[in-house]
């Protein structure tokens, strides 16, 4: 089962269940980011503290996809990851492989970025990653709840193209 997901209400926190709305994935959060423009450009809050979707926080990365490049699976067994596309557009998708949820084997996709600015919280053990959907190359800053630690790192992996997950991460024209 795929959900595709272009913009959603602002959810409940993550020990909520959040599954009647939008039926996402079980604790997967969503809120619209507000870009607040003026004429020296703009600015746009990510995640603040005061937040419902704050837990705690591990650190701050920004990582990049060039076009067409797929960056996924992985998962944490720990670490709660918040995801924001500040540049470009990607398309997000989640798997919920937990055995004991109620949205197990659900896949969610989101298309997030310059044309729809979201905030993804995602919880530990649902499976995660993201392909750079546009002609320039796609910016994202992740929040997660835990430091990175690098050596034993809590980042557990599958190749998003053998099967293991069951996903054709090719463009959907139509």
Known sequence: MSRHHSIGPVLSHPTSDTRSAQDLIHQVSTRPLRVIPDERGWLMEVLRRDDEMFIQFGQ??????YPGVVKAWHYHKKQWDHFACVQGMMKLVLYDGRKDSPTCGQFDEFFVGDRNPLLV?????VHHGFKCIGQQQAIVVNCPTEVYVYDDPDEYRADPHDGTIAYDWARKDG
């Open 121 to 125: 919280q995602i919880p530990p053990l």
């Open 60 to 65: 701050v990365y920004v990582t990049a996809a």
